[in-house]
C-alpha cells in the first residue's frame, strides 16, 4: 500500500492575477467564433496549465491542438505562460512514465509509447 501524499500546496493568485485570468478568458470569449467546444476545451487548458505545467499539457495535447488553443486564448504560448511543472504535475501518469523513460520528447512525440498518458492519479 502506497503511503499518501503530503498535501500540495497550490500558490494562490494575486488579486492582479485573478483579474487578469478572469479578463483574458472574458476576451477569449467575446472574440471566438467557432464551435463553443473548442473555446471550452481552450479555457480548460488555460486554467489547468498553472496546476500541471505545460510538460503535461504537451503530453496530453498534440502539436496542432496546443497551437489551436494558443490562438483562442489570444496568441499565447503555453511554454512562455506556464511553469514547465506546476504543483499537480505529480498527478500526471504520463509525465510520471516519460521522466522514468529518460527521454521525455521521444513520449511527447510517441516515439516512445505511454500507457495512459492522459491520466491523473490519486494525489
Known sequence: MSKPRKPVHIPPLTAKQALDLIKQVEQATFEYVGVFDELENALGMLMMGRLVGWRVLVLIHNKRTIR???QILGGI?????FPEEGPLAHKSIGLEVAKKLGNFWKAVSGEQKVQDRRELAKA
Open 68 to 70: 489551436k488553443y494558443e
Open 77 to 81: 504560448n503555453i511554454r512562455e505562460v
